[in-house]
């Protein structure tokens, strides 16, 4: 059986958010008793909450939604790429030592421990330019530890609209602090939200 790595984060009421987005909330509107055989709950939380997939629409007013988007985008090989440190812009150069031969997947941590528990508004974010020459090597999908792939004061998002330029996907807010450098094949399929911005996902990581 091959091993696999889960790289999502925990979400519960602790779970941080981007500055005035939806906290994630938990309510019973059923509970077992005399009168009810199951449990059942409400959640409310911004689809941006824990490991989850951009959508065009995120950064596009006429992009596509969450649920419209090809799978296979979203499941296949990758490369973890450590950039640890770096920043406040991950550079090409920062990359570099992992850049030969690589997938249509790439997933770069720059954490030594991810902020489980409250929000860096110091986050380490994709310079453009970095996504850019990452897309002419045929990547097409970038995945991040942090919660953009754009600094967290950014109006301009001009790393998000760089990947709406060349088509590219992201996922934020992974939790790889466990996972070494290298190759893998990664899984985190978006919920089929049609009309959303925006998916969690349950990313997991499989050994080849």
Request: proline share 8%; charged share 20%.
């Amino acid at each position: 059986m091959k091993k696999i790595w889960d790289i999502s984060p925990p979400i519960d009421a602790s779970s941080p958010v981007f500055p005035g987005d939806t906290p994630f909330q938990l309510a019973w509107t059923a509970q077992i008793s005399a009168q009810c055989p199951v449990n059942v709950s409400a959640i409310t939380l911004s689809p941006h909450v824990g490991s989850h997939a951009d959508a065009p629409l995120h950064y596009d007013p006429a992009g596509a939604a969450i649920g419209a988007l090809d799978l296979q985008t979203f499941i296949g090989p990758c490369r973890v790429i450590h950039a640890i440190g770096k920043g406040p812009l991950v550079r090409l150069a920062d990359l570099a030592h992992q850049l030969e031969n690589l997938p249509e997947r790439i997933l770069v941590r720059t954490y030594a421990n991810f902020p489980a528990q409250e929000f860096d508004n110091n986050l380490i974010a994709l310079a453009p330019e970095t996504l850019l020459a990452l897309a002419e090597l045929g990547v097409k999908l970038i995945g991040i530890d942090s919660a953009s792939i754009d600094p967290a004061d950014s109006k301009s998002l001009e790393s998000h609209q760089l990947i709406r330029e060349r088509n590219m996907r992201v996922l934020e807010n992974l939790q790889l602090d466990q996972i070494d450098e290298g190759d893998y094949e990664l899984i985190a399929l978006p919920l089929k939200l049609m009309s959303a911005d925006a998916s969690p996902v349950r990313a997991i990581l499989r050994e080849l």
